[in-house]
């Protein structure tokens, strides 16, 4: 199958390829999102959460905001909470890095933050750059205090990011979704 | 500029807190922080005592949260440098209530009085109108809060003020530092009682 200009493919166990956006894992997500009450969608984007960014720009009750850097969701879902609503920060793996230090502000206030990261340098990554914090993201949010649930079965993103969500919410914790390249697909470069 | 004219951190804050009526205030740690605190202790101050570069985001997504109310972000000069791109970000999703005062002392003055990029000419006033906050505006004379008091207090947000004052290191006054006090004491005073 044609892979799609700048898109991610997948490699399923038999060495199939075909389009991640033949998957409805964004949708779900979306609709979870949703019935957990998310009204703030904060993000720096990447390709693997195009779908799901699309979905919450079209959704009325949804306040997206594109942020310069990751770390700026978490300070603004703190604020956000601080008001009464509830968010999620959205980024790649690279953003992990960015956001150590700010971590803090919801580990030491109790704030709730769940985010959702889609991961790089983790499984097939063609460019070399997105190794080095892709392969300690999840250790780094671990450390850090967030717990971390890894996701390589596209099938299990919904009900992890439920999962993530109702102890996040519930508990005033950190939780982080991380999706494995092996869900999305590994960047090709290629036109 | 004779002394009497001349911008004081404190009085300058005292002044503009004491027009707050509803406003919800986010502090800045350092200075900023202890300044608010010395006006006296409010449930809806939330004072960051970390995560430096974060006031304008916290501020953000309150007001943002809570569009019928003013939000008042007091931060320094060190504080919003760390955070420039908060500034942008704020400007691009615009909320007519969000107000930011910043406490320019050019000094990072935590760690020893260190001057900031602010000594330098760097112009967070410029920065923030570029960006596209409605207003913005750098004070230095006590005469020129006539004009910028009302301005954090009611005009059309985002809007900046900076407020150029001295570098005299003022008393110590340390509000409570204890996280989910602050944070469940400003949800129950924002919210009611069944907040936590």
């Not at chain 1, 195009?50 to 310069?68: D, G, M, Q, S, Y």
């Not at chain 1, 991961?119 to 080095?132: D, F, L, T």
């Not at chain 2, 949260?65 to 320094?76: H, N, S, Y």
Request: overall charge neutral; some cysteine.
């Amino acid at each position: 199958m044609a892979t799609r200009r700048h898109g991610r493919v997948n490699n399923d166990a038999t060495g199939t390829i075909m389009a991640a956006d033949a998957q409805n894992w964004p949708n779900l997500i979306f609709e979870k999102l949703r019935e957990f009450d998310v009204r703030h969608v904060t993000y720096v984007p990447d390709s693997g959460h195009a779908r799901l960014i699309e979905l919450c720009h079209a959704a009325n009750e949804i306040k997206p905001t594109v942020l310069t850097t990751e770390e700026e969701g978490i300070g603004i879902l703190a604020g956000a909470w601080l008001g009464g609503e509830r968010g999620v920060l959205l980024m790649q793996s690279s953003g992990v890095g960015n956001c150590i230090n700010t971590l803090s502000l919801a580990r030491v206030c109790a704030f709730p933050l769940l985010m959702i990261v889609t991961m790089r340098g983790e499984w097939g990554e063609a460019n070399p750059w997105q190794v080095p914090m892709g392969q300690i993201a999840a250790d780094t949010l671990r450390l850090a205090g967030a717990i971390v649930y890894e996701v390589t079965d596209p099938q299990a993103a919904v009900a992890t990011v439920e999962a993530a969500a109702r102890i996040a919410f519930n508990g005033n914790l950190t939780a982080a979704v991380l999706l494995s390249q092996r869900m999305l697909g590994a960047k090709l470069f290629k036109d | 500029m004779d002394e009497q004219s001349k911008l004081l951190r404190r009085s300058a804050i005292a002044r503009i807190l004491a027009e707050r009526g509803d406003t919800l205030v986010v502090t800045g740690l350092g200075s900023p922080t202890y300044d608010c605190a010395a006006v006296g202790d409010h449930p809806l101050n939330f004072y960051l005592w970390g995560a430096m570069g974060s006031a304008v985001t916290v501020g953000l997504g309150l007001a943002l949260a809570q569009p019928k109310r003013r939000v008042l972000v007091v931060t320094g000069d060190g504080e919003m440098l760390m955070g420039l791109g908060a500034l942008a970000t704020a400007a691009a999703k615009k909320p007519d209530n969000l107000a930011i005062a910043v406490i320019d002392n050019e000094r990072y003055g935590e760690t020893g009085m260190q001057p900031t990029h602010t000594s330098a000419g760097v112009d967070l006033a410029g920065i923030a109108l570029t960006c596209g906050f409605r207003q913005t505006a750098t004070v230095r004379q006590v005469s020129e809060l006539d004009a910028a008091v009302p301005m954090l207090h009611t005009a059309k947000g985002p809007v900046l003020v900076v407020l150029k004052v001295s570098s005299v290191r003022d008393p110590l006054v340390l509000p409570p530092w204890d996280g989910p006090f602050l944070k469940s004491r400003f949800r129950q005073a924002l919210l009611g009682s069944q907040a936590a």
